[in-house]
């Protein structure tokens, strides 16, 4: 089996093609913006002409959440254009497609988690952009809406706490967003096991356990051997500069359809922290 991982060399790519290289029978390909501009159409296909794969792990994407605010036709160039395009190649070539979306679909009014089935209502050109993306798909797509995605590899939370814990002074951050962790170790084996079983329909896939950021970097410096007394709380409209992008207050995503249909989800983000700040040590 042919497996191409869009965005192989960010954070998810990354350990996508880790967890896939113990996979038996099968042949994983990376694909990047050095190889495969998603936005550009013709090379894309051409690309896909050579490959032929059985399945696509989309996690290719424009990321900067704040940064889209100021650059919007971008981010729906690659989020929206380039997902048509990944669409278009996977139509031709018989592929199956995994779209990696995003909980800011959700505008973050509610206060239980949200299901699979929940009206989104994107607040954020990013989170626009990426549903956006999401309304390309098939309906034989699989579409998995992930949150706070952290692991080894690229930039993100834990690995900037992680880097802070020895220097000194507070670290601020807001107890008034709620959302879920999701380390991309544990994120990638259930794609994977989404991917290869070509399981269609809409998956909310994030670690067990809701937290805000400020309990999250508490518990990440206190695994890291930091000061815990270092952390802070403030409240979303405290942060200096404030932020361009709003985000969801609350984005905790139930991850109900996983559970209707049997099938395990991730552990609780605890314990694969451990794991991560001990690689990391
Ligand atoms: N990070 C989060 O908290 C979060 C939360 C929910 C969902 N997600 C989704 O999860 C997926 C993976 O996220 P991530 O954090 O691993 O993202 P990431 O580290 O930013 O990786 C995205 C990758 O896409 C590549 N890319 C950008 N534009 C491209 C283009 N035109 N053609 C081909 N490749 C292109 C980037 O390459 P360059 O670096 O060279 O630009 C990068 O390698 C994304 O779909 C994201 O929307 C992320």
């Known amino acids: 089996m042919k497996v191409v991982v869009t965005g192989s060399k960010g954070q998810l790519g990354t350990d996508l093609l880790l967890a896939l290289e113990p996979a038996k029978n099968v042949e994983a390909i990376g694909l990047d913006l050095h190889n495969a501009d998603i936005t550009n159409r013709a090379n894309l296909i051409e690309v896909f002409d050579g490959l032929c794969p059985d399945v696509v792990i989309h996690g290719a994407a424009y990321t900067a959440v704040d940064k889209a605010e100021s650059e919007p036709e971008l981010a729906y160039k690659i989020n929206a254009i380039g997902t048509r395009n990944i669409v278009e190649a996977c139509e031709k070539y018989g592929s199956h497609l995994i779209y990696v979306s995003t909980d800011y679909v959700f505008d973050g009014t509610s206060t239980v988690p949200y299901l699979e089935w929940d009206k989104v209502n994107p607040q954020s050109i990013y989170g626009k952009s990426k549903y956006a993306g999401e309304m ?108 361009p992008a709003p985000r969801p207050k609350y984005s905790v995503l139930d991850n109900c359809a996983l559970r209707l249909m049997g099938i395990d989800l991730l552990p609780d983000w605890h314990e694969t922290l451990e794991k991560v700040i001990k690689k990391l040590s």
């Open 136 to 243: 390309e798909l098939r309906p034989t797509d699989t579409v998995v809406r992930t949150s706070w995605v952290c692991g080894e590899f690229g930039s993100n939370m834990v690995k900037t706490v992680f880097n802070l814990k020895d220097k000194e002074g507070p670290l601020k951050f807001v107890d008034d967003q709620h959302g879920c962790p999701s380390f991309t170790s544990d994120l990638a084996i259930k794609l994977i096991e989404l991917g290869l079983n070509k399981i269609p329909g809409r998956f909310h896939v994030t670690n067990q356990s809701p937290t805000t950021w400020f309990e999250f970097v508490k518990e990440i410096i206190r695994v890291s051997k930091g000061d815990v007394f270092r952390v802070v709380p403030i409240k979303t409209e405290e942060l200096d500069p404030p932020r």
